[in-house]
Nanobody
Framework: QVQVVESGGGLVQPGGSLRLSCVAS??????????MGWYRQAPGMQRELVAD???????SYEDSVKGRFTISRDNAKKTVYLEMRNLKPEDTADYFC????????WGPGTQVTVSS
């Protein structure tokens, strides 16, 4: 059973930055075959995809985070990162990672709160 654990969230002021990490375990050496995504879920809202990265390293972003978020991956470490800059209150949410087809069990997520 593949498991993912997200970390790096916290409380940050508007305009601040955070770097989220997602580490996969129980996956052996084949992490690099998965297209990966970062998702977020704000209170009372549905979970949404905000950034994804394919096996070749090409990334795409939801419009509201373009130019502020950067997704990257380290296949040797079985880790996906989300660098978030110029954070806004509307970025407040629990952040999760998974494959683009949501094949893994959902991890616990990491909470991001943007507030002054």
């Amino acid at each position: 059973q593949v498991q993912v654990v997200e970390s790096g969230g916290g409380l940050v002021q508007p305009g601040g930055s955070l770097r989220l990490s997602c580490v996969a375990s129980g996956i052996g050496y084949i992490f690099n075959i998965y297209n990966m995504g970062w998702y977020r879920q704000a209170p009372g809202m549905q979970r949404e995809l905000v950034a994804d990265i394919d096996v070749g390293g090409s990334a795409s972003y939801e419009d509201s985070v373009k130019g502020r978020f950067t997704i990257s991956r380290d296949n040797a470490k079985k880790t996906v990162y989300l660098e978030m800059r110029n954070l806004k209150p509307e970025d407040t949410a629990d952040y999760f990672c998974n494959t683009m087809s949501k094949q893994f069990a959902w991890g616990p997520g990491t909470q991001v709160t943007v507030s002054s």
